[in-house]
């Protein structure tokens, strides 16, 4: 039986800026089909935007439309398909972008590389069991990246989904889906830096300052980069050692054993390859256009004995990581509320779209009633 969901669609990509007055975004009712085999239906309770939406509303990563936008996010279990037995209705969980099937080559090895057959649903905006559970009338609205969490409602694979506690705020689980997981273990499982080595963040948005939050927690000094004074003086706040624009960095003679780009650009790439120590690994997380191109000197990469890390989510396994970060939150070393810097209601996308191409923010969060009505 259909369910009727409020959600935003993106009607188009490409459109031109400001998102507020091209409008890309439509609200209204969607219709979800219940959850088929190895799915859950689950209510949305708080849903974050991410530089991945930005993306596909710019036109930079090409997605099929329409298609109901959103990745990151926590909620509450209210119904499942056969094969997710180990849920209850009721359950809080956390929504993460990469579902694993569990038997290709790439879930193999242990979140280094995304799986095969996760990946494929994720580009196609469908689910891992094929198609889309979204619809308005005759017309498929496609899934982003598995989770589609700018509605009431979301219907998602099992393996998208991370049970927490009912002690973890809807606001907090929802960073862990893609902030956390990506900044943090960037840092933890990327990077891996030993005890008391430093850590270099480059682009101190949601991802980035989820970075510098994980490693501040786990007794690393951190040099915080980006281009904006106010995002520096929140990561001096937040325990950032050093806090410093991109052009002043060179002069501080500062260069860490483990640098973390998180911006997403290639002259932040740049900047994390000069800030990486001899011996060090530089890692990437950011996201840039396609078209993007950096200079990089292999003989630097020789002399110095550089590695340069892709690492996509993290390099996480969720339900091995989000628990850990769960256990640091609780213990107060992992502040997660700080991560928020606005509350919006869906029919405020277009122009939370624009603060977030500005750099304005760190994360956005939707937060849904759940007397909503659907």
Known sequence: MLVQVVGAVLERSGAPAPFASSRPFSVGPVDLDPPGPGEVLVRIEAAGLCHSDLSVVDGSRVRPTPMLLGHEAAGVVEARGDGADDLREGDRVV?????????????????????????????????????????????????????????THAVVDRTSVVRVDPDVPPEVAALLGCAVLTGGGAVVNAGSPRPGEAVAVVGLGGVGTAALLVAVALGHEVVAVDTRPEKLATARRLGATLAVQPDDLAATGVRAPVVVEAAGSARAFETALAATAPGGTTVTVGLPAPTARASVSPLTLTAEARTVVGSYLGSSVPARDVPVYVDLWRAGRLPLEELV???????????????LAAGSELRQLITFDERTPT
């Not at 891992?128 to 559970?133: A, E, F, I, T």
């Not at 810097?341 to 624009?354: N, Q």
């Open 95 to 151: 929504l993460t972008f990469l579902p694993r099937c569990g038997t290709c080559p790439e879930c193999a090895t242990d979140g280094r590389l995304p799986c095969r057959v996760g990946t494929a649903a994720n580009v196609a905006g469908a689910l891992v069991g094929g198609g889309s559970r979204l619809h308005r009338g005759t017309q498929d609205v496609h899934h982003h990246l598995g989770v589609s969490a700018f509605a």
């Open 341 to 355: 810097s606005s509350r919006i209601a869906l029919t405020d996308l277009d122009l939370a779209m624009d603060r």
